[in-house]
């Protein structure tokens, strides 16, 4: 599975901030997650406290535990610090 189809949207509100994390590709789902305050670094691989997912998923656990677990390791990733911009530059110029 490849990560770069997920997304992470971060909203602040006040009763703090929510994390969304969105399959942008088929299948298309979306899940709330709150960081895991237990964890070693204070965020893990997220609490899961909603997932949204099209009628189409209906009966398929197989499948949604993949993009669940994908989804979990994307969000867990996207707090990282980021790479260099010479490693992430297409072009040399």
Known sequence: MNLSDFLRVEREGS???RHYVVHTHD???TMELTPDSSAPDRIGRGVIKRVLVPNSWAGDY???SKF???AQ???AK???EPAPKGETRRFQA
């Open 15 to 17: 009763d703090g901030s």
């Open 27 to 29: 299948p298309t789902f």
């Open 62 to 64: 197989t499948q949604y």
């Open 68 to 70: 669940i677990g994908a």
């Open 73 to 75: 390791d994307f969000f």
């Open 78 to 80: 996207s707090f990282a």
